[in-house]
């Protein structure tokens, strides 16, 4: 089993910044890649960004590409998405996932999910 805690979400006025992060703990030995994905009311899960173990390959949505940016701290377990110029329309709860193997973008995929943190932009 894997245990993931997200952290940093908040209420934000438009143009501001967040950082999220994610701890991972229990059986997190094996590589693994990690995602961040969102659900805003009334709409399906969609992906943002995602991560491979190394840090080398990193993938983002188009609404988020040039506004936020993945990273990793594996001594520390932890997936950080730092999102900058925020807009009313990234309002949404954010989940980060856990993947064995490779970096994948499609939410089936990934084995492991936190629950969740709150992200509010104002207009």
């Known amino acids: 089993q894997v245990q993931l805690v997200e952290s940093g979400g908040g209420l934000v006025q438009a143009g501001g910044s967040l950082r999220l992060s994610c701890a991972a703990s229990?059986?997190?030995?094996?590589?693994?890649?990690m995602g961040w994905f969102r659900q805003a009311p009334g709409k399906e899960r969609e992906f943002v960004a995602a991560i491979s173990w190394s840090g080398d390959s990193t993938y983002y949505a188009d609404s988020v590409k040039g506004r936020s940016t993945i990273s990793r701290d594996n001594t520390k377990n932890t997936v950080y998405l730092q999102m900058n110029s925020l807009k009313p329309e990234d309002t949404a709860v954010y989940y980060c996932?856990?993947?064995?193997?490779?970096?994948?973008?499609?939410?089936?995929?990934?084995?492991?999910w936190g629950q969740g943190t709150q992200v509010t932009v104002s207009s």
């Open positions: 996932a856990f993947h064995y193997g490779r970096v994948v973008t499609s939410p089936p995929l990934y084995d492991y």
């Open positions: 229990g059986r997190t030995f094996s590589s693994y890649a």
